[in-house]
């Protein structure tokens, strides 16, 4: 599951997309290095830095996949609003502003192991199930259509979305604030 | 293109966060690889979304977008105040459960 | 509150066209009967604090209200049943929740007998209590909690009861477990208290998930349904396999051990005592405890097949509950607290009940249930009254004499203890003696013919009676003869306790009369065997069960043994022990339990039943320390010793030989990587086993994920395959 086999994955595809999958291979391979920075550098401050590459690649793949809305939302919550949320709070807890103390290695050889044995037995589904399946992508999802489904069929689920978040607001005070 | 390339490379970031929220020690870390989990998530998602062309993976997408920015504010409080009481945002300095 | 309305609005407008025939305002809206208490909890718990009386007329106004509609329901289902001819249809009404995967699944209320017969039982014994905690529990600094829980727990057990489905019985099985366990730890400060509500709570997980494995098991042995009234007809017309069946009961007979309080699982009952009275008579004693029961009871059809109830001499279920009904009553002897006795009492009493339903006497358990729930809740309202007066639980240090200073209570109790006692003509001898006929085991002057012939359970049930009688003798000489130990003056307690006591005596004395056995001569035909008429199931959904015929001679025996057991206690008690402390003027607590200062065998047992069979060191003292300790060590040290030396030894070996034939290279290979790191693997393992229960919440992800993965790596071979 390297990046070079999903290279090679987009290769394969030969059909009129050639420019998409050269974008898509672009982009995933710089998500992948910059997500292997991200959970190894030992700056913590620029582990941050690494995760907005992954979230900015992560949101060009939606467009890649014609989701612009939620390519959008990407951008703007997870960049604008969460990776800020995280730079706070390496500053509030400022021990850490430099070096993280290094990984103890018998720990990483463990989460070493599980994440390759993971990514094996999803690797091995994933091509088994899927190893030809065509995605094409006619046009891009349209803004309404979304908006519609969100307010009619998935309402409930948009409401309990909002009570959490209100929850979310409520509990992050009452935990973090002082005695 | 093929879905298969948005589903790889979903797995191969789950496994990045993966290793990261097992392997560091620093709480905020921990935190930031749970968001690369999310976003892997949310590529597949999107990704089978597109397949089926329905909307349904979109909408829920951002309903993970929503539950993550939740989840960040959960979890920077909580880690803030592990940090208050202890001095130290060290996960393996957080043992209470011990048996 | 708002939105509760709103949902209760909803609920109305969603059940409006789905009721084709009405069956009467009370049957169709059943779903009243919880969602009063459930409406009450949510205001008592925001609003209760500013309320006049804390909340308490609230919750009270609220399980009035369900009482009263349970008897509407109760009245209407008579009416319903007169009018059936031939078997009788239970009242079904649901909507549907979500559909996933092409199956949906459903909310909604199944009324039949067995359904009305427990709200009747909970919503009565629920008002009672309600009344009797404004006066025991007045004064407390959680009064208002403490009333918001009585009424969630309320909600949560008739919502149980009417499910009409699998998953919301296991929905309202969790609630009710959860309810216990705050209602347990309402005085919480203690660091007992707490671990009580633990134990329950944990123990009661155990069985938990036999009841989800079983419920799963149901579901696709049954054709993808979790309705009770579809799988219920499906067994019953044997389309399910008999060895699906009989994983399901087994594994549901895991969650009645833990929940009904049956042997090796009802470890937590007693301790659960250390919960408020009014919650022990309630919760312990006369509703959740009977969950488990009510269970086996709604989903009959999957024990009958999968136990093969007819026609055998044994089975699992009847087994559980012979022993629970001696061993538990055995355990009831050494207890000194007045509570546990009671708490052992109910183990022993499930334990017929359970046993009951194993043989095949349906109606019988029912009826027992029915019957216990009455007269156990005035045991322990009783035993709430004395406490009351002489602040403790002690009967060996603090009470004694109190028939002079609190005539009330002892009545009510002495009244309760008879009909636990099963002497006619209270309602325990009816529903015992039940229980006894329906062994079938009985075979002197024409026998009882019942299901089967399960002689082994008539013997233990015989013997258990025996044992009751004896130690609730014990229970009121400690607490009601000889001379007053306590301190103070004791008082009687006043009006809100002593009304429930007396009501609840009432049911105690004449609650056999709903159901006189078929035949018998001094009561009118048209009124026997009400009970079992109105509320056992008539139905495609109900198993077609043989009645055992009522026996004279086994009625006879029956009293004949209770008398012997109690006569037996009175004899040591009444004569030997109080003339023992006349003369010494010795105190009570030195007096020694029955013939243990003989030594030798009856030492033994007695050190045995104070130690509880030594099950509770068992479970934390064998098995948890074992997880935790030993047998982490053992598989370090085999790791470390053997296969470390093994792997070395080899590792050394394979090294001189490769340096003598091969290469360089093929050593360093061969050396480093296999050698080396198979070693540095095994020790890793370990490592990783001994330090299992680290703490380190990082480790435990670890696992958590390894396993996960694993899982789904073996499900997609087998898929494959």
Redesign the interface.
């Given at each position: 599951m390297s990046s070079a086999g999903l290279l090679a994955a987009a290769a394969s595809d030969g059909d009129l997309f050639v420019a998409q999958n050269v974008f898509f291979a672009v982009i995933a391979v710089v998500m992948i290095i910059s997500a292997i920075r991200c959970v190894t550098t030992r700056n913590v401050v620029h582990a941050a830095l690494w995760l907005v590459l992954v979230l900015a690649g992560t949101a060009a793949q939606f467009i890649l996949l014609g989701s612009e809305f939620v390519a959008v939302t990407q951008v703007l919550v997870y960049i604008g609003a969460i990776i800020v949320l995280f730079l706070f709070g390496i500053m509030l807890t400022r021990a850490s502003m430099g070096d993280d103390e290094s990984v103890a290695g018998e720990k990483r050889l463990m989460a070493g192991l599980v994440a390759v044995l993971l990514a094996v037995v999803m690797g091995v589904a994933l091509i088994d199930s899927y190893s030809d399946t065509r995605l094409v992508i006619e046009e891009p999802q349209r803004f309404s259509a979304v908006s519609d489904a969100i307010f009619s069929q998935y309402i409930v689920a948009f409401e309990a979305v909002s009570v959490l978040l209100l929850a979310a607001l409520i509990g992050a005070i009452v935990v973090a604030r002082k005695e | 293109m093929i879905l298969n390339q948005f589903l790889l490379l979903a797995a191969v970031l789950f496994c990045v966060g993966v290793y990261g929220v097992l392997a560091r020690r620093n709480g905020i870390m921990v935190l930031m690889s749970v968001e690369l989990i999310l976003n892997s998530v949310n590529i597949n998602l999107v990704a089978f979304g597109a397949f089926r062309d329905h909307v349904a993976g979109e909408v829920f997408a951002l309903f993970v977008i929503a539950v993550a920015a939740a989840e960040v504010g959960i979890g920077l409080a909580i880690v803030l105040m592990i940090y208050r009481n202890r001095r130290s945002i060290d996960l393996t300095e957080a043992d209470l459960l011990k048996g | 509150m708002f939105a509760a309305a709103l949902v209760a609005a909803d609920e109305t407008v969603a059940y409006g066209p789905s009721s084709t025939d009405s069956a009467g305002f009370f049957l169709d809206y059943a779903w009243l009967v919880p969602l009063l208490p459930a409406l009450s909890f949510l205001v008592i718990l925001l609003f209760g604090k500013r309320m006049r009386g804390g909340g308490a007329g609230l919750g009270i106004a609220a399980v009035s209200g369900s009482f009263v509609l349970s008897i509407g329901a109760l009245i209407t289902w008579f009416d319903h049943r007169d009018e059936a001819h031939e078997g009788v249809a239970a009242v079904h009404r649901s909507v549907g929740w979500l559909t996933s995967g092409g199956v949906t699944f459903d909310a909604g209320i199944l009324l039949d007998g067995l359904s009305v017969m427990m709200l009747l039982v909970v919503t009565a014994v629920s008002l009672l209590v309600h009344i009797y905690s404004t006066d025991y529990v007045a004064g407390d600094s959680r009064y208002t909690h403490f009333f918001a829980f009585l009424s969630l727990f309320t909600a949560t057990m008739l919502f149980f009861v009417l499910s009409d489905n699998t998953l919301q019985m296991i929905v309202g099985w969790e609630l009710v477990g959860v309810c216990s366990f705050v209602l347990i730890g309402h005085w919480w400060e203690e660091k007992p208290n707490s671990d009580a509500a633990l134990k329950a709570f944990l123990t009661n997980r155990v069985g938990d998930v036999g009841l989800l494995v079983g419920v799963s098991i149901l579901f696709f042995a049954a054709g993808n349904t979790f309705d009770t009234l579809t799988l219920s007809e499906r067994v019953n017309a044997g389309e399910v396999s008999h060895t699906a069946l009989l994983a399901a009961s087994l594994c549901l007979l895991a969650a009645v051990m833990s929940k009904s309080g049956q042997f090796i699982l009802h470890t937590w009952l007693p301790d659960a005592m250390a919960g408020p009275t009014p919650v022990s008579a309630l919760i312990h004693a006369a509703t959740m405890v009977v969950a488990g029961i009510y269970m086996v009871a709604r989903l009959y059809p999957v024990f009958w097949e999968g136990m093969s109830i007819a026609g055998s001499s044994i089975n699992m279920l009847a087994l559980v509950g012979a022993v629970t009904l001696l061993f538990g009553g055995l355990l009831a002897f050494t207890q000194n607290d007045i509570k546990k006795v009671l708490a052992y009492s109910t183990v022993s009493q499930l334990g017929y009940m359970v046993m009951a339903l194993g043989v095949g006497a349906w109606t019988a358990a029912m009826f027992h249930l029915f019957t216990h729930a009455f007269f156990k809740a005035c045991l322990f309202l009783g035993s709430g009254s004395v406490s009351h007066a002489v602040h403790s639980f002690d009967m060996k240090a603090d009470m004694g004499g109190l028939r002079k200073a609190m005539p009330h209570t002892y009545r009510t109790f002495l009244v309760a203890s008879l009909a636990l006692m099963g002497l006619p003509p209270l309602a325990g001898f009816w529903s015992k003696d039940e229980i006894l006929a329906g062994t079938g085991g009985w075979g002197f002057f024409g026998g009882t013919q019942a299901n089967g012939a399960y002689t082994l359970m008539l013997v233990m049930g015989m013997l258990g009676s025996a044992v009751t009688a004896a130690y609730m003798t014990r229970v009121i000489y400690l607490t009601f003869f000889g001379e007053y130990r306590g301190h103070g003056q004791p008082h009687e307690s006043g009006p809100r306790i002593i009304v429930p006591l007396y009501l609840l005596a009432t049911v105690a004395l004449l609650g056999g009369l709903v159901n006189m056995p078929k035949g018998f001569q001094l009561w009118p035909k048209a009124w026997q065997e009400r009970f079992g008429h109105y509320f056992e199931p008539e139905a495609a959904y109900f198993p077609y069960i043989a009645h055992a015929r009522p026996s004279w001679s086994l009625g006879i025996a029956a009293t004949v043994v209770a008398l012997a057991g109690a006569g037996a206690a009175w004899r040591y008690y009444f004569k030997a022990v109080a003339s023992r402390s006349a003369a010494s003027a010795q105190s009570l607590t030195e007096i020694d339990d029955g013939p243990v200062s003989r030594g030798g065998l009856p030492r033994a047992a007695h050190t045995t039943l104070v130690n509880k069979y030594y099950l509770d060191h068992l479970y934390n003292g064998v098995i948890v320390k074992a997880v935790?300790g030993p047998i982490a060590k053992a598989a370090y040290w085999i790791n470390q010793r053997v296969i470390d030396a093994v792997v070395n030894t080899a590792g050394r070996r394979s090294v001189t030989a490769g340096r003598a034939v091969y290469d360089h290279v093929d050593q360093t290979l061969i050396d480093r990587i296999i050698v080396d790191g198979s070693g540095r693997a095994s020790d890793?393992t370990g490592?990783?086993l001994r330090t299992i229960?680290?703490?380190?919440?990082?480790?435990?992800?670890?696992i958590l994920?390894?396993a996960a993965?694993?899982l789904?790596?073996v499900f997609?071979l087998i898929l494959?395959l």
């Amino acid at each position: 599951m390297s990046s070079a086999g999903l290279l090679a994955a987009a290769a394969s595809d030969g059909d009129l997309f050639v420019a998409q999958n050269v974008f898509f291979a672009v982009i995933a391979v710089v998500m992948i290095i910059s997500a292997i920075r991200c959970v190894t550098t030992r700056n913590v401050v620029h582990a941050a830095l690494w995760l907005v590459l992954v979230l900015a690649g992560t949101a060009a793949q939606f467009i890649l996949l014609g989701s612009e809305f939620v390519a959008v939302t990407q951008v703007l919550v997870y960049i604008g609003a969460i990776i800020v949320l995280f730079l706070f709070g390496i500053m509030l807890t400022r021990a850490s502003m430099g070096d993280d103390e290094s990984v103890a290695g018998e720990k990483r050889l463990m989460a070493g192991l599980v994440a390759v044995l993971l990514a094996v037995v999803m690797g091995v589904a994933l091509i088994d199930s899927y190893s030809d399946t065509r995605l094409v992508i006619e046009e891009p999802q349209r803004f309404s259509a979304v908006s519609d489904a969100i307010f009619s069929q998935y309402i409930v689920a948009f409401e309990a979305v909002s009570v959490l978040l209100l929850a979310a607001l409520i509990g992050a005070i009452v935990v973090a604030r002082k005695e | 293109m093929i879905l298969n390339q948005f589903l790889l490379l979903a797995a191969v970031l789950f496994c990045v966060g993966v290793y990261g929220v097992l392997a560091r020690r620093n709480g905020i870390m921990v935190l930031m690889s749970v968001e690369l989990i999310l976003n892997s998530v949310n590529i597949n998602l999107v990704a089978f979304g597109a397949f089926r062309d329905h909307v349904a993976g979109e909408v829920f997408a951002l309903f993970v977008i929503a539950v993550a920015a939740a989840e960040v504010g959960i979890g920077l409080a909580i880690v803030l105040m592990i940090y208050r009481n202890r001095r130290s945002i060290d996960l393996t300095e957080a043992d209470l459960l011990k048996g | 509150m708002f939105a509760a309305a709103l949902v209760a609005a909803d609920e109305t407008v969603a059940y409006g066209p789905s009721s084709t025939d009405s069956a009467g305002f009370f049957l169709d809206y059943a779903w009243l009967v919880p969602l009063l208490p459930a409406l009450s909890f949510l205001v008592i718990l925001l609003f209760g604090k500013r309320m006049r009386g804390g909340g308490a007329g609230l919750g009270i106004a609220a399980v009035s209200g369900s009482f009263v509609l349970s008897i509407g329901a109760l009245i209407t289902w008579f009416d319903h049943r007169d009018e059936a001819h031939e078997g009788v249809a239970a009242v079904h009404r649901s909507v549907g929740w979500l559909t996933s995967g092409g199956v949906t699944f459903d909310a909604g209320i199944l009324l039949d007998g067995l359904s009305v017969m427990m709200l009747l039982v909970v919503t009565a014994v629920s008002l009672l209590v309600h009344i009797y905690s404004t006066d025991y529990v007045a004064g407390d600094s959680r009064y208002t909690h403490f009333f918001a829980f009585l009424s969630l727990f309320t909600a949560t057990m008739l919502f149980f009861v009417l499910s009409d489905n699998t998953l919301q019985m296991i929905v309202g099985w969790e609630l009710v477990g959860v309810c216990s366990f705050v209602l347990i730890g309402h005085w919480w400060e203690e660091k007992p208290n707490s671990d009580a509500a633990l134990k329950a709570f944990l123990t009661n997980r155990v069985g938990d998930v036999g009841l989800l494995v079983g419920v799963s098991i149901l579901f696709f042995a049954a054709g993808n349904t979790f309705d009770t009234l579809t799988l219920s007809e499906r067994v019953n017309a044997g389309e399910v396999s008999h060895t699906a069946l009989l994983a399901a009961s087994l594994c549901l007979l895991a969650a009645v051990m833990s929940k009904s309080g049956q042997f090796i699982l009802h470890t937590w009952l007693p301790d659960a005592m250390a919960g408020p009275t009014p919650v022990s008579a309630l919760i312990h004693a006369a509703t959740m405890v009977v969950a488990g029961i009510y269970m086996v009871a709604r989903l009959y059809p999957v024990f009958w097949e999968g136990m093969s109830i007819a026609g055998s001499s044994i089975n699992m279920l009847a087994l559980v509950g012979a022993v629970t009904l001696l061993f538990g009553g055995l355990l009831a002897f050494t207890q000194n607290d007045i509570k546990k006795v009671l708490a052992y009492s109910t183990v022993s009493q499930l334990g017929y009940m359970v046993m009951a339903l194993g043989v095949g006497a349906w109606t019988a358990a029912m009826f027992h249930l029915f019957t216990h729930a009455f007269f156990k809740a005035c045991l322990f309202l009783g035993s709430g009254s004395v406490s009351h007066a002489v602040h403790s639980f002690d009967m060996k240090a603090d009470m004694g004499g109190l028939r002079k200073a609190m005539p009330h209570t002892y009545r009510t109790f002495l009244v309760a203890s008879l009909a636990l006692m099963g002497l006619p003509p209270l309602a325990g001898f009816w529903s015992k003696d039940e229980i006894l006929a329906g062994t079938g085991g009985w075979g002197f002057f024409g026998g009882t013919q019942a299901n089967g012939a399960y002689t082994l359970m008539l013997v233990m049930g015989m013997l258990g009676s025996a044992v009751t009688a004896a130690y609730m003798t014990r229970v009121i000489y400690l607490t009601f003869f000889g001379e007053y130990r306590g301190h103070g003056q004791p008082h009687e307690s006043g009006p809100r306790i002593i009304v429930p006591l007396y009501l609840l005596a009432t049911v105690a004395l004449l609650g056999g009369l709903v159901n006189m056995p078929k035949g018998f001569q001094l009561w009118p035909k048209a009124w026997q065997e009400r009970f079992g008429h109105y509320f056992e199931p008539e139905a495609a959904y109900f198993p077609y069960i043989a009645h055992a015929r009522p026996s004279w001679s086994l009625g006879i025996a029956a009293t004949v043994v209770a008398l012997a057991g109690a006569g037996a206690a009175w004899r040591y008690y009444f004569k030997a022990v109080a003339s023992r402390s006349a003369a010494s003027a010795q105190s009570l607590t030195e007096i020694d339990d029955g013939p243990v200062s003989r030594g030798g065998l009856p030492r033994a047992a007695h050190t045995t039943l104070v130690n509880k069979y030594y099950l509770d060191h068992l479970y934390n003292g064998v098995i948890v320390k074992a997880v935790k300790g030993p047998i982490a060590k053992a598989a370090y040290w085999i790791n470390q010793r053997v296969i470390d030396a093994v792997v070395n030894t080899a590792g050394r070996r394979s090294v001189t030989a490769g340096r003598a034939v091969y290469d360089h290279v093929d050593q360093t290979l061969i050396d480093r990587i296999i050698v080396d790191g198979s070693g540095r693997a095994s020790d890793a393992t370990g490592e990783n086993l001994r330090t299992i229960q680290t703490g380190k919440v990082q480790q435990y992800a670890a696992i958590l994920f390894a396993a996960a993965t694993i899982l789904a790596g073996v499900f997609m071979l087998i898929l494959s395959l």
